[in-house]
């Protein structure tokens, strides 16, 4: 038997309805986009229908979407493509007044933090905003941290490792009202939690297509009417000159098709993921009393997410143990061949004694109840055996 996959939080496997569209794209719409002829036609007819589908699930227009490369390459956009952007004249005849500013937080995925970093190696001027002991931001801690140079504030709308939600759409009433731009990865939250583009007030909005059941090496870029970026990748026309390359007419065809399955199921779908994370953790607290602890917010928090510290255990050891069941620790650093607490941990400040053993459990479409119960009596059995 395969392992009980409980790690939908580091990719979703491609839904059979969307890999059907995709092969059927693949052997049918092979033309050029970009071409006037009935080839090249149809396949740009398809490419819009996506774009309609994936702009219906967040509440944008279909204008609004540029397709990329992944989540990654949204989020480089929206960070890069923000700071790079020179309205009057180079970076090089500002002063240190007028280097632009970025807001970001402790907790974000390494496809913004990485890019916040080039920026200040541009020059720019970087805050990185603390979080509470639930992984959340503070919407104040943003409002005084906005200075008359800020470009950009990006922050995640669900954290990756212990699902903590942001407060988001007052985090968006505030940039709005400053006039500051607001960057929202939504890599995580999309498909699991309701998103609307318009309620959050996000300008920018990052989606990742393997997080939701299409293939990896797709996703989107969220750019507001209005929104000007410098384009990371330049050449033809492309995405209405936002990035250059001829479309990947397929994989779009499945971003679109998981959209749209996304959107309709997502009701019961919630209901679904909260009663077996539920059930899961349950079973865990039940058998393990206080040697389990949650990390993470007790409430705001994605309904599939369960990220739990084994007290006395090593996360990674304890999963190595079990491996009937496929899961991880996180975004757990491996240093010289030993093992140190996750950096969101840290930022949450968590102690490290007990956040070595954090595990993120991720539960999705397609897991089962008997899943849920084989997986926490092999984790009961193995956390029971240390020592």
Known sequence: MPPIYLDFNATTPVDPRVADAIEHALRMLWGNPSSTHYYGQQAHAAIETARGQLASFI?????EIVFTGGGSEASNHAIKGTGLLRPRGIWSRFTDRTLPHFITSAVEHPATLQPMEYMRKLGAHITILDVDGTGMVNPDDVR??????????????????????M???EIGRICRERGVLLHVDCAQSLGKIAVNVRELFADLVTIAGHKLYAPKGIGALFVRDGVRLEPL????????GRRAGTENTPYIVGLGIAA?????????????LLSLRDRLHEKLRAALGEKLSLNGHPEMRLPNTLNVNFHGCNGAELLRRVPEIA?????ACHEKGKESPSPILCAMRVNPEISI????????????I????????LLILVAMSYS
């Open 327 to 331: 899961a991880s620790t996180g975004a």
């Open 167 to 169: 407060p988001i759409a």
């Open 233 to 240: 990748i330049h050449g033809a026309g492309h995405e209405d």
């Open 144 to 165: 005084k941290a906005i200075t008359p140079q800020t470009r950009l504030v990006s922050i995640m709308h669900a954290n990756n490792e212990v699902g903590t939600i």
């Open 260 to 272: 749209h399955l996304c959107q309709i199921g997502l009701p019961a779908s919630i209901d679904n």
């Open 357 to 368: 053993g954090a595990v993120r459990l991720s539960v999705g479409r397609g897991t089962t």
């Open 59 to 63: 509440g944008a227009k279909p204008g």
């Open 370 to 377: 008997d899943e849920i119960d084989r997986a926490a009596e």
